[in-house]
T-cell receptor
Framework: RKEVEQDPGPFNVPEGATVAFNCTYS??????FFWYRQDCRKEPKLLMS???SGNEDGRFTAQLNRASQYISLLIRDSKLSDSATYLC??????????FGAGTRLTVKP | DTGVSQDPRHKITKRGQNVTFRCDPI?????LYWYRQTLGQGPEFLTY????????KSRLLSDRFSAERPKGSFSTLEIQRTEQGDSAMYLC???????????????FGPGTRLTVL
């Protein structure tokens, strides 16, 4: 079993749709959680950190469920520019970061 | 640009050759990480430095791979006797670690894309 698992998608949604991505992690000692966005042939860029209380940044909402070892990302009112691969990342002891394989999103007009 | 930089951006080499990549982290960051990413996968951790000390190495980092950060600033990753399976994007990231800085958020450079023929 992989340490961090994501639904690979692809998710194809129309503009304005709400889309949710899920991520599970296997190590209960995980300490920090992140969502990164990666455009084709580019580096991952931090989208948001994920806190136990959940956090929101504009159209993006991230949730963490430590009991179920699960994090989620919700994108509301999706834009064409949201098309990318979304990577879930988890760290242990603030050292090495483990990534999921990513979920690909395409937003269509 | 004060972000993480990597050089070269692309490298094509023949099997058996040695290659070296450089990473310059964000200037005040004390931690530097190397990852490898292949198509359709997330980045895979290779190694990391805190200042000049290499504190952790993945089992992915075979003895053909070596990384250094001699003065605690830039880092180099060398691959000796390259194999076709080494073809990948090599990503560097840096972070500022310390209790006063909160979560150890990593910022990535643009990567070096290696193709081994």
């Amino acid at each position: 079993r992989k340490e961090v698992e994501q639904d690979p998608g692809p998710f194809n949604v129309p503009e304005g749709a709400t889309v949710a991505f899920n991520c599970t992690y296997s190590n209960s000692a995980s300490q920090s959680f992140f969502w990164y966005r990666q455009d084709c042939r580019k580096e991952p860029k931090l989208l948001m950190s994920v806190y136990s209380s959940g956090n929101e940044d504009g159209r993006f909402t991230a949730q963490l469920n430590r009991a179920s070892q699960y994090i989620s990302l919700l994108i509301r009112d999706s834009k064409l520019s949201d098309s990318a691969t979304y990577l879930c990342a988890v760290t242990y002891n603030n050292n090495d970061m483990r990534f999921g394989a990513g979920t690909r999103l395409t937003v269509k007009p | 640009d004060t972000g993480v930089s990597q050089d070269p951006r692309h490298k094509i080499t023949k099997r058996g050759q040695n290659v070296t990549f450089r990473c310059d982290p964000i200037s005040e960051h004390n931690r530097l990480y190397w990852y490898r990413q292949t198509l359709g996968q997330g980045p895979e951790f290779l190694t990391y430095f805190q200042n000049e000390a290499q504190l952790e190495k993945s089992r992915l980092l075979s003895d053909r791979f070596s990384a250094e950060r001699p003065k605690g600033s830039f880092s180099t990753l060398e691959i000796q006797r390259t194999e076709q399976g080494d073809s990948a994007m090599y990503l560097c990231a840096s972070s500022l670690s310390g209790l006063e800085y909160g979560t150890d958020t990593q910022y990535f450079g643009p990567g070096t894309r290696l193709t081994v023929l």
